[in-house]
């Protein structure tokens, strides 16, 4: 199991949690950022300061962004476990339906 991060995360990119996460398991996408499954070690630590709540444990995803959970296996589908994240840096692999999805903004 690991954490998730969901919709409210798209175009908003906080990066709290990025500094927050003890192993280095959260990926920086064009859109939206993304915790490594095999990475993570379900610390939790990301969870409270993540400014949207867009993070959750696997089996506490909301109904309506159950799809983030495949979102974020799949952006590793070709980047596979590098091994941390500042080694990548951020990259351009948000899954083709994320891309696509119109811009967000977020209220400041």
Not at 16 to 41: K, N, Q, T
Not at 78 to 102: H, M
Request: aromatic share 10%; proline share 9%.
């Amino acid at each position: 199991m690991t954490y998730v991060i969901a919709e409210p995360c798209i175009d908003l990119l906080d990066k709290a949690c990025i500094e927050e996460c003890p192993v280095d398991c959260i990926y920086e996408g064009d859109r939206m950022l993304y915790i490594h499954p095999d990475e993570c070690v379900d610390c939790g630590a990301c969870e409270p300061v993540c400014p949207v709540e867009a993070i959750y444990y696997e089996d506490d995803v909301p109904d309506q962004w159950k799809d983030y959970t495949k979102a974020n296996v799949d952006f590793f589908d070709e980047l596979g476990s590098p091994g941390g994240a500042a080694k990548v840096g951020k990259t351009s692999a948000d899954p083709q339906w994320i891309k696509d999805l119109p811009p967000v903004t977020h209220d400041e």
